[in-house]
């Protein structure tokens, strides 16, 4: 399965400047293409920018208002904040098996009797 981008937006609906998405992001992490907003039944949108940012649908004033909140989502693995490390926590000690009782040996089958000759 492929992996989901950090950024999709509509080209020629969206109000987002492509070129400086383009700028911003490496091509693996965003994308561009119909994202099911358009204009014609969202009149409400017109003259915004809007699109989707970590799978969120983000509308904002401006495309540069647009493009902040997508350098906000994307900033690099490094300046995050690290997680907290678990505490180690050290294994039971296993039980020793008990030694198993030694029994007798099985009795020998005894031999069996020899059939006498009729004379």
Known sequence: MADAKLVKVCKKC????????????KAKDFSTGCIGRCLGRNPDLKGKAYGFISGQFVV???SADFLAKVAKAGAPAAEKPAAK????VKAKPVAKAKPVAKTKPAAKAKPAAKAKKAK
Request: aromatic share 0%; charged share 20%.
């Open 60 to 62: 904002s004033g401006s």
């Open 85 to 88: 490390a678990k505490p180690v």
């Open 14 to 25: 969206s109000g987002v400047d492509v070129d400086a998405l383009k700028g911003l992001l």
